[in-house]
C-alpha cells in the first residue's frame, strides 16, 4: 500500500518561509514524477508545483513561481516545497501527490491527506 505523508505546515506571518516534506513508502519512488497541490477554504484544489523522477524539470504556478522550490532526494524517498514570501493568499491545505508529470489532479494516483498552511497578515 502506498502512502505519503506530509509534515512541515504551521502557522507563519507575512514574508516568512516554510519548508514542506513529503515522505513515500510501499512504492519505488525514484521513477515517479511527484506534485504540490493546495486547496483554500472554498475553493477548488490546485496546482502548485512539480517535478520529474530525475529532478530534471519542475514546474510552477505562476502564483508562486520565484517564490518555491520543489524539490526531491530519491535516496530518502522525500519530496520537498520550500516556500519563501508567503503571503496570506498562500493559507491552504497543501498535499502531496505521486503520479504522472502534470498540472493536472488527475494525473496523479497517490495522495497525502495534506498539511495545513495558514499564513497572518
Known amino acids: 500500500q502506498v502512502q505519503l505523508l506530509e509534515s512541515g505546515g504551521g502557522l507563519v506571518q507575512t514574508g516568512d518561509s516554510l519548508k514542506l516534506s513529503c515522505v513515500v513508502s510501499?512504492?519505488?519512488?525514484?521513477?515517479?514524477?511527484m506534485g504540490w497541490f493546495r486547496q483554500a477554504p472554498g475553493k477548488e484544489r490546485e496546482f502548485v508545483a512539480s517535478i520529474s523522477w530525475s529532478g530534471g524539470r519542475t514546474y510552477y504556478a505562476d502564483s508562486v513561481k520565484a517564490r518555491f522550490t520543489i524539490s526531491r532526494d530519491n535516496g530518502k524517498n522525500t519530496v520537498y516545497l520550500q516556500m519563501n514570501s508567503l503571503k496570506p493568499e498562500d493559507t491552504a491545505v497543501y498535499y502531496c501527490?505521486?503520479?504522472?508529470?502534470?498540472?493536472?489532479?488527475?494525473?496523479?494516483?497517490?495522495w497525502g491527506q495534506g498539511t495545513q498552511v495558514t499564513v497572518s497578515s
Open positions: 510501499g512504492r519505488t519512488f525514484s521513477n515517479v514524477a
Open positions: 501527490a505521486g503520479g504522472s508529470l502534470s498540472e493536472l489532479l488527475s494525473s496523479y494516483d497517490y
